[in-house]
């Protein structure tokens, strides 16, 4: 069984690095096989060009890495920051050019993309780790949860994986040593769960 980590936050030593360590040692520990990329390190390029989105193909071999190896990823694992309560633009840009159309989704025959998708992706479970600083309790108020809105109902709902799971570790900035050990903990402990129930 595989795992595929993706990491998208700019800063090395950051707390979402911490986190995608800690669900990396998870669920290795729980034997699972884990593929990790962080995209600020690979120089994932989010930027879909024409050529691209008219064939659904990539001429960039990463994205067709991507693309092959989320394809049969029994457990996904996102982590990033919540800017603007959404991910960085690194990681919408990866969904837009990694979940298309033939690898995460596609439709009925004969629909020609007028009905709904059907799911192509093999993940049992998706977990997403983001942190802010708004306290989730001030958000929710007033903006609703845009973060599980946009993975949880159009993302991955629309790949077939009915089992996402949304943990937002907030207010980041205002929390000492041991509650953000306590939250790594939590990551883990999650990651964990999902191993063994695969």
């Not at 989105?53 to 001429?59: D, F, T």
Request: charged letters at 20%.
């Amino acid at each position: 069984m595989t795992a595929s980590i993706i990491l998208a936050h700019p800063r090395r030593g950051s707390f979402s690095h911490a986190i995608a360590e800690a669900a990396e040692q998870a669920l290795r520990a729980g034997g699972t096989a884990v593929l990790c990329h962080d995209l600020y390190a690979e120089k994932f390029d989010p930027v879909m060009g024409a050529d691209e989105a008219a064939s659904r193909v990539s001429a960039d071999p990463l994205i067709e890495r991507h693309c092959a190896e989320i394809a049969t990823a029994r457990i996904i694992v996102l982590v990033h920051p919540n800017w603007w309560s959404g991910p960085p633009a690194i990681l919408k840009g990866w969904a837009d050019r990694v979940l298309r159309p033939g690898v995460a989704y596609g439709f009925a025959s004969g629909d020609a993309g007028k009905g709904a998708p059907v799911g192509l992706l093999k993940a049992h479970k998706v977990l997403v780790f983001a942190s802010a600083n708004m306290p989730r309790e001030a958000e929710q108020a007033l903006l609703g949860n845009p973060l599980e809105t946009l993975w949880k109902k159009s993302v991955f709902a629309q790949c077939g994986v009915g089992d996402c799971e949304l943990r937002i570790f907030s207010p980041l900035a205002a929390v000492d040593a041991v509650q953000r050990e306590l939250w790594l903990q939590e990551a883990a402990r999650l990651c964990a769960q999902a191993a063994a129930k695969a």
